[in-house]
């Protein structure tokens, strides 16, 4: 599983406050932790008014690679935050996100296209979230079309199916299951992605129902995922699902994650 560390999001009341007050210790240590808990990007939002997101971006990026060379996710539904935010960062790492909507893919795919600077796609239009696969799976090909014309391999993009709150939803987590093994089956170098706890907002016990659809998710064919590196018991899920499916051999990403604390009581 490629693991998005979520935790550097104004959106969070925590955070919000720390980019409000600029305490830079606490983004540095948010930074550090999750990349010690072996996040393979570190996701960047700002979550504040378009007038000061960019200034905002760059000081949040600068204290993330203050303290580690793990890749940034740059996250913002502005395109051209992301776009401009790019000169911030040492080094290639993640656009979160385009979508159908507007002009999105236009503005960020010929930027991107001749670097190695990966991608996350949200499977919606201006018309809003598809209410079936198959509209879906429409805005999938559209996305795929333009990144192909732009020479994007699809191994740089992270499609991102949408996942709803399940206590709003009419048939639980089956359609998204639907969307990402057509996807797989199709294009396995694309790799699925998604911000893992969204399912459980409204429900008590968040995290039991967070682990419960990691795992649902990743036998669907999810590979990567926006999450809280720091919860231990959801990485212990995660490795575990990974062994259960085939795809650790001889179970020794399990024996090391948990040898080295990653999950399990802590030493």
């Not at 540095?28 to 007038?51: G, Y």
């Not at 960019?54 to 502005?78: A, R």
């Not at 996807?183 to 016990?205: R, W």
Request: some cysteine; hydrophobic content about 45%; proline content about 4%.
């Amino acid at each position: 599983m490629i693991i998005i560390g979520e935790k550097i999001n104004g959106s969070i009341p925590s955070v919000g406050k720390a980019i409000a007050e600029r305490d830079a210790d606490f983004i540095r240590n948010l930074a550090k932790i999750q990349t010690d808990a072996s996040a393979a990007f570190i996701d960047v939002c700002a979550s504040v008014e378009v007038s000061v997101e960019l200034e905002t971006m760059k000081w949040l990026i600068d204290l993330v690679q203050e303290v580690t060379d793990t890749p940034i996710s740059i996250d913002s539904p502005h395109a051209r935050t992301c776009v401009e935010a790019i000169e911030f960062c040492r080094k290639p790492g993640l656009i979160n996100s385009v979508s159908g909507e507007r002009d999105k893919m236009e503005v960020v795919f010929p930027v991107i296209a001749a670097t190695k600077w990966e991608c996350a796609a949200l499977l919606c239009d201006d018309t809003g979230i598809p209410k079936t696969a198959d509209k879906r799976l429409e805005v999938f090909g559209k996305v795929l079309e333009k990144a192909e014309a732009r020479g994007i391999a699809s191994s740089r993009l992270h499609i991102d199916p949408l996942v709803e709150m399940l206590c709003t939803s009419e048939d639980g987590i089956n359609m998204v299951v639907e969307v990402i093994k057509k996807i797989k089956k199709e294009y396995p170098a694309i790799h699925v992605t998604g911000g893992l706890s969204n399912v459980s907002f409204n429900l008590p016990a968040r995290k039991l129902v967070n682990q419960a659809f990691t795992v649902l998710m990743m036998n669907a064919g999810m590979d990567s995922g926006i999450l809280d590196p720091t919860n231990r018991d959801l990485m212990g899920m995660i490795y575990a699902t990974e062994a259960l499916l085939g795809q650790d051999e001889y179970c020794m990403e399990y024996i090391g994650a948990y040898r080295e604390g990653l999950f399990g009581q802590k030493k």
